[in-house]
C-alpha cells in the first residue's frame, strides 16, 4: 500500500476515534444532566463511578471469554490451514528453524534453551556458509592424517600449518579445480582407542560427522568387527560415504583386488561399490644400495577422481541434505527437551492431585460421597495435564477421560489389587477408628496417581491410547507403580501426608481421660498402706 494511502487512512481512524468519544462524552453529560433532576448532587458522582464500575465487570466478565474463544478459533483456523509445500531442502531447513523457534520460547530451563540456541543459530551459519565440509574418519593406525596431507599436496601444493586448525580437529580450506564452492577438509581424532581418553576422542570425531557433508572412512584392511560396527552408525546418520583402503603399497595387485572386493560385499547396503576406492597416502621408502632411500609420491589418484566425481554430481544437494539433517535434529531434541518440561510438570500436577484425593476421601465420612470427589478431582486433573500439553479440552471431555480410566482400572481388579497391597501396610500405623478412612485416602492417591501417569502417555502419544487400547496403558501404568522402589517411595509419602495428619486430628478430638474423683485421691494413701 502507497505511504499516501496509508497516511489518509491513519487520518480516518483518528478522526472516527475523535467522533466516537465526543459521542460518550456528550452521552455521559446528557445523563449527569437528567439525573441532577431526581437526585441530589453528592449522590451523582458515586452513583456514576458504580455504574462505570459494573459495566467494565460485565466486560471484563462477558467480553474477555468471548475474546479469547475468537482468538483460540483463529489460531486453531492459522494451525489447520495447509501450509505450503517447501519446494527446496533450504526452504525445508528454514521452516524447520521457525518451528526450532517456537520451541526455545516454550522451554523453561535457561541453561537447556540457551545450549539449545547456541546450536540453531551454528545450523543457521551452516546453511548460509558456502564451503563443502568433507571429514576424515578412521582408527589412529590407518593413515587417515597421512591421506589428509597427500590430497592437500596433490590439490594445492605442499602444506604447511593447518589452516583454522585446533587441538583435537584441525581442518583446512581450499579451492578443487571446476568446483565453485570451497572445500573444507577436517581431520578427527582417532577412533577405537582404549581408555577414557580414547572415547572422549572418539565422541568428538562423532560429532564432528554430524556436521559432515561427506565423510572419508579410512581403513587400512578389512573391516573389523569394530570398525563394521562404527560404520554402520555413520551410515545411519544419512551420511554419504567414500571406503578408502589405504596403504595399497604393503599389498599386491591380486592382493588389493581381494579386498577390494570383500570390502565392497561386506558393505552391501552402506556404501555403493564404486564408492570403495584404494590408495596410498604415505608409501614406504625404497632402500637403494649405495644411496639414499627412495621415497615414491603419495598415490590418492583414484580417490581424487571420485571425490570430484561425487562432489561435482552431488555436491549442492548433499549440503542440502546435510543441513536439513541437522535442522531435524536439533528439532528433534528441542521435542525432546519440550516433552521432558512437560512430563515432570504433569507428575507434579498428578502428585499434587494424587493428595488432594486422598485428603477428600480421608475427611468425608459418608458413603459414595468420596466416589463423586474423586470423579471430579480426577476430571480437574485432566484438564491441567491437557493445559501441560498445550490441548484445548472441554469439561466434557475430561470427565468422559476420567471416567473410562476409572472403569477400566475397576474392570481390571486394580481397585481390589491396591487394597490388598496397601492395607496391610497402614494397618498397623492407624487407630482402629482410623483404619478404614485412611486406607481410603491411601487408595485413592494411589489409583490417582496411576490414572495420571496412564493421562500422561494418552497425552504424549497425541491423544492416542496406542494398538493395543485403554486397558494396556492403565495396565502398564500399574505395574510400573507397584514395583517395591515405587511403592516404598508412596507409602513413605503416605505416611506424612494422610497417616500422620489423621492421627493429629483424632488425638485432637478424643475426649480428656477423666481424673480421679473427689474423695479417691486422700484415701488412696491409706489404700495403699492396707
Known sequence: ??????????????????????????????????????????????????????????????????????????????AEAPQAVPTTRRDAADRSLISIDRLLERLEDGVVRES???????VEQDLA?????????????SGKTSL??????DMVGDVTAAMGSTRSTPSYRLRLKGLERGLRLVDTPGILEAGDAGLSREDRARQQAVRADLLLVVVDGDLRSSEMTVLQSLAG???????????RDLRGAEEEKRLLQVLRSRCTGLVPAADVVACSAAPQSIPQPGGRPLQPAPDVNELLQRLAAVLHADGEELIADNILLQCRQLDQRGRDLLNSQRRREAK??????????????????????????????NGQM???????????????????????????????????????????????????LLIGRGVQGVVTAWLTRIAGASFIRYFEQDQ????????????DAFELNRREASLKRFLETAMRQVVEPLKRKAAATLPPHPGPREGEAASDPERRER
Open 237 to 247: 546418520l544419512g551420511k554419504r560415504l567414500l571406503l578408502v583402503l589405504n596403504k
Open 129 to 141: 556458509r558456502g564451503d563443502l565440509v568433507v571429514v576424515v574418519f578412521g582408527t589412529g593406525s
Open 1 to 78: 500500500m502507497p505511504k499516501r494511502h496509508r497516511l489518509l487512512l491513519g487520518l480516518a481512524a483518528a478522526l472516527a476515534a475523535l467522533i466516537v468519544l465526543g459521542g460518550l462524552l456528550q452521552a455521559v453529560r446528557t445523563l449527569l444532566w437528567d439525573l441532577s433532576y431526581f437526585l441530589p448532587g453528592w449522590l451523582i458522582t458515586p452513583l456514576l463511578l458504580l455504574g462505570l464500575a459494573l459495566v467494565a465487570a460485565l466486560v471484563v466478565q462477558v467480553g474477555l471469554p468471548w475474546w479469547r474463544q475468537i482468538r483460540q478459533r483463529s489460531s486453531s483456523k492459522r
Open 348 to 377: 507434579r500436577c498428578v502428585d499434587r492431585y494424587s493428595w488432594i484425593g486422598a485428603g477428600i476421601v480421608a475427611a468425608t465420612p459418608l458413603p459414595g460421597v468420596d466416589l463423586l470427589s474423586t470423579a471430579a478431582v
Open 464 to 475: 492416542d491410547w496406542g494398538d493395543e487400547g485403554i486397558q494396556s496403558v492403565v495396565q
Open 116 to 122: 539449545l540456541r547456541q546450536e540453531r543459530e551454528r
Open 382 to 432: 485432566v484438564l491441567e495435564i491437557a493445559a501441560v500439553y498445550g490441548v484445548d479440552m472441554t469439561k466434557e471431555r475430561a470427565r468422559e477421560l476420567a471416567v473410562s480410566v476409572g472403569r477400566t482400572l475397576a474392570g481390571l481388579g486394580i481397585v481390589k489389587g491396591a487394597l490388598s497391597l496397601i492395607s496391610p501396610a497402614l494397618s498397623l500405623s492407624l487407630p482402629t
Open 148 to 153: 589428509i596431507r597427500a590430497l592437500l599436496e
